[in-house]
């Protein structure tokens, strides 16, 4: 069964950074898109950057661009996110998804297959 665990959150000072991690099983995650998403309380999901495996290509929401980097690593079989400057607004449950085809996109309904998340807090 196709399983997704999140991990690397915390709590960091804004500018601060984080690793998250996005460890797949069940399945091999370079054969599918796999898409990072975001929930504050209160607030609807939202798509923050996704990978593909048909090229590699990666996509980004703009409030992240130039702050955030998504990518794989084939051999372990994980997603990351690089997080850099932080800020209050990126607080958050963090989810990785995924789906049985290999196109990303920033739309949750794309995805089949969620993490449980992180939750990700930036405060001072």
């Known amino acids: 069964q196709v399983q997704l665990v999140e991990s690397g959150g915390g709590l960091v000072q804004p500018g601060g950074s984080l690793r998250l991690s996005c460890a797949a099983s069940g399945f091999t995650s370079n054969g599918h898109g796999i898409g990072w998403f975001r929930q504050a309380p209160g607030k609807e999901r939202e798509g923050v950057s996704c990978i593909s495996s048909l090229k590699g290509s990666t996509y980004y929401a703009d409030f992240v661009k130039g702050r955030f980097t998504i990518s794989r690593d084939n051999a372990k079989n994980t997603v990351y996110l690089q997080m850099n400057s932080l800020k209050p607004e990126d607080t958050g449950v963090y989810y990785c998804?995924?789906?049985?085809?290999?196109?990303?996109?920033?739309?949750?309904?794309?995805?089949?297959?969620w993490g449980q998340g992180t939750q990700v807090t930036v405060s001072s």
């Open positions: 998804a995924t789906h049985n085809g290999r196109i990303c996109n920033l739309g949750s309904a794309l995805y089949d297959y």
